[in-house]
């Protein structure tokens, strides 16, 4: 395990561990301000494809947490370096909202969305503007062999009354008509982390993720040779924790307030 203090990079989850909905989380100004002092370098990692990094340097910034572009990473972002990686020039097929699609077209990623062109690869993101006509042809590509990709496994996304489906119950639908898994480019798949210690230079040993959730965050530190910090502000509470064990934090804490107070004491 590596201890507190020695950990250079760190990857941060958003929502319930910096903020919980429009709500500052204690303790999260100091943990921002120590993540980036001394030679540390912070940033924020997010499954939500549906939103650009500008939209959460805002938020963040409304928050009085003061972050550049650069320190958001989606999984758009890490879509985008997997496309460019291993389908250069190809087209998309894209299930995803028009944020998304624009995202994609001004990083050079060419979206086919009709059904004469064959595309080098189906992307499924989050998307609100989904058609059974959509769904009717990614389902075609697939079955012709097409690769599968999908944005992140997230089943359920937080919302105002409640939580709305995500990719993740989508690819459940896809899975369940094509036989095909997707290869998952966010958190906790390997091409995020690749496409982070790519664009940074970080190493895995000095880079540690912090988060709320376990089958995203900790599991994207434990299959990534991160250290993996678990945080009980959000959505898991000890006694899920202990109750499973397919995941495991190196550390646990009830908030980034005692994270901190801990790396600087080591
Ligand atoms: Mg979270």
């Known amino acids: 395990m590596v201890a507190l203090g020695k950990i250079k990079n760190f990857l941060i989850d958003m929502d319930g561990t910096i903020y919980l909905g429009q709500k ?52 758009g972002d890490a879509a985008i370096w997997h496309l460019k ?49 959509k769904i009717r042809t990614a389902y075609g590509w697939i079955m012709q062999g097409v690769p599968f990709l999908a944005t992140h496994p997230d089943i359920l996304c937080p919302a105002e009354n409640g939580s709305i489906p995500d990719a993740g119950a989508m690819i459940c639908m896809f899975e369940a008509a094509t036989g095909v898994s997707p290869v998952i480019l966010g958190k906790p798949c390997e091409p995020m982390a690749k496409a982070i210690l790519e664009k940074f230079g970080f190493r895995p040993e000095e880079t540690a993720m912090i988060g709320d959730r376990l089958y995203t965050d900790i599991a994207f530190a434990n299959r990534n040779n991160m250290t993996g910090i678990l945080v009980l502000s959000g959505e898991t509470t000890e006694e899920e924790y202990k109750a499973q064990n397919k995941v495991k934090a190196d550390y646990v804490f009830p908030s980034v307030r005692e994270l901190t107070q801990a790396a600087l004491s080591d």
């Open 24 to 75: 500052l989380l204690p303790g999260a100004k100091d943990f921002w301000s120590y993540v980036n002092s001394d030679g540390r370098k912070g940033v924020f990692l997010t499954n939500n494809s549906a939103r650009a990094p500008k939209d959460y340097v805002q938020k963040l910034a409304g928050m009085h947490i003061p972050a550049a572009e650069e320190q958001i990473v989606t999984s």
């Open 85 to 133: 990686k291993h389908f250069p020039g190809q087209g998309v097929y894209l299930l995803g909202t028009p944020l998304l699609h624009a995202y994609l077209e001004q990083a050079g990623i060419p979206i086919v969305n009709g059904t004469e062109q064959k595309p080098g690869a189906v992307l499924l993101g989050f998307d609100m503007t989904l058609t059974y006509e």
